[in-house]
């Protein structure tokens, strides 16, 4: 798929928006969970979620969709479990380190995760090679971590 500057610097922006509000989703599910539960807040969040996505979504969904849903494979639709698992963890987490130490984590351990999926290709999706500066961006994430452990 041939990109344009437009399509890349909005998907920037979306992207810095979306970072934005990781912080404070985070923080919102971890202090529900400190009051109800980690394991009823990941619950709670994700039925909250699934209804949200189903006024939004539902209707623009036709017979094309199910059909193509009931093609493929069982890796590319487990983002559903790892997601419940990571608002747990996360609802766990948080309340023990804050939200700037584990966002931070998070942020080192998915880069970490994403370089070695982008030089793969993995899934099909666009690859992109390791370079020296992507490992110091890598590098400089977890000092990042280390700085924030100790700030």
Known sequence: MERTSLQYWS???????????????????????????????????????????????????????WEQLGERSWIELSGGVISVGMVFVANYVVPVLGTAMAVSLFVAGDLLFSTISDQS???????IRVSRRRLLGILLAFVGVLLIHWG
Not at 43 to 50: E, K, N, P, R
Not at 121 to 127: A, E, N, P, V
Request: hydrophobic share 60%; proline share 2%.
């Open 11 to 65: 998907a920037v922006g979306v992207s810095v928006a979306a970072g934005l509000l990781l912080s404070a989703v985070v923080r919102l599910n971890a202090t529900l969970g400190t009051r109800i539960g980690e394991l009823e807040a990941t619950f709670v969040v994700h039925l909250v979620g699934t209804g949200f996505a189903l006024l939004i979504v539902a209707p623009w969904l036709g017979s094309r969709f």
């Open 121 to 127: 290709g993995w899934m099909d999706l666009i690859r």
